[in-house]
């Protein structure tokens, strides 16, 4: 099994990997076919409107998660990588303005937010709860395509046929991609890790460098980690009133200014690596509820769990240095594409479980790495993370990702910190194996009440009254 771990860890834009980022790169996807000649388009026929229909939790909570807003950029053009955040407000403007987009390469087709973006509650995709189809039609308003899209969590899309395909795939490498390591599973990971000597990191940059080479691996996971401190530190520089209607104050900034004055006194303070955990994952949700840029891990619901976990290490570890991050990185990685191909990391799918449980997992697993830990212990760590987090639903206030989101993922935090504290003390040896784990998480999430994933139907977002 071949995930990469740029696959976990895609640079992007809040405040959903997989109601903004996925969709917005849906619907450039849709433009690529639109302007190539593999689709069998009726000779004469010129392409004149777009229309676009959200499904499932993408519907119900697609507004709160700026999915309107991601399609609409994603119809012009532009992609999570790449879009300015400060500009993202213009773009919808001018499209919402002029009924019209332009993206480049492309003629202008007509499209009118108001009338061609369709929030469809009634009508599920059968694939996944996050579908979404794209139309193309001509001047008379004569469908000539339609594409149906999946979001399946962490910003990955698929196709309604590439759905399909892995459905009914029987090799475990879901990528094709031939590697030295290609351990499908925790079991498989710990006896490759036995046979070769290698740890955890080393098993996946063995794998990561058949596709790259080390220099780039090197580049590419100082980038992300670079982007992941960014973004905590522009949390922790802003306050005010994040969007959305539910007037929820950001309180990352106020926290840490209160907390770098108890630490100048130096006084005695037993929780003090909790608050600073807290504060570290509370800047990132804050940022990424507002729309900033963020990096999956494995979500964007979830990116604020793992960079604490990391920057906490550099804060508390005198031993920490740019290997060491490598080395987290690369741990939570293996960790996260284990859980993805067994599991789920979607809160559409699963709950939050599969969201802030499987970050607190690799979370620990990566803590536990770089704290010198075996195979085992990490494997521990990533159990006792997850085991924890089993059953959590996703149950967002207004549909937006605030309420319980941004602490959850400070308390994902906390859980994940505890566990590689715990493993670490331990031989290995454990009463659970962490791919029970998974499958259990996998079977909760099939049998829990869709309102608990991600619709906003049931939980807190019906027993909080909207302010």
Known sequence: MFLS??????????PSSSHT???????????????????????????DRLGVSLHGSLAYTGIGHGTDRAVIMGLTGQTPQTIDPDHAEGIVAAVTADKRISPPGHPSYRFDPATDLVLDKKTPLLGHANGMAFYAYDSDDRLLLK??????????VVSDEELQRMKTKASSDVSGKNVPYPFKNAAEMLSMAGRSGLSIAELKRANEETQMS????????????QAMLSCI????????IMPGGLKVRRRARQLHDTLQEQWQQNRPNPLLANDWLSIYAMAVNEENAAGGRVVTAPTNGAAGTLPAVLRYWLHFYPEADQNSIRDFLLTAAAIGGIIKTNASISGAEVGCQ????????????GLCAVMGGTPEQIENAAEIALEHHLGMTCDPVGGLVQVPCIERNALGAVKAVTAASLAIKGDGIHFVPLDAAIETMRQTGRDMSEKYKETSQGGLAVNVVEC
Not at 23 to 34: D, G, I, N, S
Not at 147 to 156: D, H, L, Q, T
Not at 214 to 225: F, S, Y
Not at 354 to 365: F, I, Q, R, T, Y
């Open 233 to 240: 530190e522009r949390g922790l520089s802003q306050d005010g």
């Open 354 to 365: 599969g969201e802030v449980g499987s970050a607190s997992a690799m979370a620990a697993a």
């Open 147 to 156: 594409r149906i899209y999946y979001s399946i969590g962490g910003g990955f």
């Open 5 to 14: 771990v740029f696959d976990l860890f895609k640079i992007g834009i809040g």
């Open 21 to 47: 980022m996925g969709p917005m790169t849906a619907a450039v996807r849709f433009l690529q076919e639109l302007a190539g000649d593999d689709w069998p388009k009726p000779a004469g026929a010129v392409v």
């Open 214 to 225: 080390r220099e780039d691996l090197d580049a590419g996971l100082d980038g992300v980690w």
